[in-house]
């Protein structure tokens, strides 16, 4: 029985003593691992398109603009001197001359279509309302303009519109056409259009401005005197000559400069002179 007892008990010590059988623990990977992905960046700046340069260059002035740099300075000086509105006689010296360029303004310096009416000058001959009709030719443009002055001013026809007041070009571009300057019945709104569109009216407000402003003026003639002793002026402009003067009033030379008293021929503009009877 002793026996028994000790072959059992070294059975069991047999058995655990055995070789062990190894338990290997696999660590479960985990499904909500996140993997991880570099988001390329790309550092790469991309070229800037070049901005367009954009070259602003100034027009050229039209054949208009040139005429009014050329004439607007006589234009005042005739509004100071006869009372017309320097917009109204550039207005109407574009449109008669067609900006200087027409073949009366530069054949015969004459730029606003007068005709002869008994012109005792110069003359040039131009198909207008009739074939070959006469017009007055001038030495200088000047001369035109001062001829355009004394037309109007020496015409009983035109004298409401020396009641106007002096910036109402409105009022002057229709009173022409119906004292019958032009027969076209569009005339005063071509004027219009030309003084608005080319802001004419600003060398009226230059003039008004160093000028007290008078309501009527009805002719250039100065009265000194009697009635019968007429002396008529004239306020010189760019370009004139006592030459050219003595062929617009129709005298001489030494009869302007003994009147005015005129040691030498020269003259600056704005000067006033008096022209012999």
Same mark, same amino acid.
């Given at each position: 029985?002793?026996?028994?007892?000790?072959?059992?008990?070294?059975?069991?010590?047999?058995?655990?003593?055995?070789?062990?059988?190894?338990?290997?623990?696999?660590?479960?990977?985990?499904?909500?691992?996140?993997?991880?992905?570099?988001?390329?960046?790309?550092?790469?700046?991309?070229?800037?398109?070049?901005?367009?340069?954009?070259?602003?260059?100034?027009?050229?002035?039209?054949?208009?603009?040139?005429?009014?740099?050329?004439?607007?300075?006589?234009?005042?000086?005739?509004?100071?001197?006869?009372?017309?509105?320097?917009?109204?006689?550039?207005?109407?010296?574009?449109?008669?001359?067609?900006?200087?360029?027409?073949?009366?303004?530069?054949?015969?310096?004459?730029?606003?279509?007068?005709?002869?009416?008994?012109?005792?000058?110069?003359?040039?001959?131009?198909?207008?309302?009739?074939?070959?009709?006469?017009?007055? %030719?001038? #030495? $200088?443009?000047?001369?035109?303009?001062?001829?355009?002055?004394?037309? =109007?001013?020496?015409? +009983? /026809?035109?004298? !409401?519109?020396?009641?106007?007041?002096?910036?109402?070009?409105?009022?002057?571009?229709?009173?022409?056409?119906?004292?019958?300057?032009?027969?076209?019945?569009?005339?005063?709104?071509?004027?219009?259009?030309?003084?608005?569109?080319?802001?004419?009216?600003?060398?009226?407000?230059?003039?008004?401005?160093?000028?007290?402003?008078?309501?009527?003026?009805?002719?250039?003639?100065?009265?000194?005197?009697? %009635?019968? #002793? $007429?002396?008529?002026?004239?306020?010189?402009?760019?370009?004139?000559? =006592?030459?050219?003067? +003595? /062929?617009?009033? !129709?005298?001489?030379?030494?009869?302007?400069?003994?009147?005015?008293?005129?040691?030498?021929?020269?003259?600056?503009?704005?000067?006033?002179?008096?022209?012999?009877?």
């Amino acid at each position: 029985m002793k026996l028994k007892s000790v072959i059992l008990v070294m059975a069991v010590l047999a058995m655990s003593c055995g070789p062990k059988k190894g338990i290997v623990t696999k660590k479960k990977q985990s499904s909500s691992s996140q993997r991880t992905v570099a988001k390329e960046t790309n550092n790469t700046v991309e070229p800037t398109a070049p901005k367009e340069t954009v070259v602003t260059t100034s027009k050229p002035p039209s054949s208009v603009e040139k005429y009014i740099s050329l004439y607007a300075e006589i234009a005042k000086s005739k509004m100071h001197s006869h009372k017309i509105p320097a917009s109204i006689t550039l207005a109407q010296g574009i449109l008669e001359s067609g900006s200087g360029s027409g073949r009366l303004a530069v054949k015969a310096n004459n730029h606003f279509g007068i005709k002869c009416h008994g012109w005792k000058g110069a003359k040039i001959y131009h198909d207008d309302d009739r074939s070959q009709e006469c017009f007055r %030719k001038y #030495d $200088k443009a000047e001369m035109s303009y001062e001829d355009h002055s004394l037309f =109007l001013t020496g015409r +009983s /026809r035109y004298a !409401k519109l020396f009641q106007l007041d002096q910036d109402d070009y409105k009022g002057w571009a229709k009173g022409l056409r119906a004292a019958g300057y032009a027969t076209d019945r569009k005339y005063p709104e071509k004027l219009i259009s030309l003084i608005e569109r080319y802001k004419l009216y600003q060398y009226d407000q230059e003039v008004l401005s160093g000028t007290k402003r008078t309501s009527s003026r009805k002719s250039t003639t100065l009265i000194e005197g009697s %009635k019968k #002793d $007429k002396t008529s002026s004239h306020i010189v402009a760019k370009g004139d000559t =006592l030459y050219s003067l +003595s /062929r617009l009033y !129709k005298t001489t030379v030494e009869a302007l400069k003994s009147k005015n008293n005129l040691k030498s021929n020269d003259l600056t503009i704005g000067q006033k002179l008096i022209i012999p009877n």
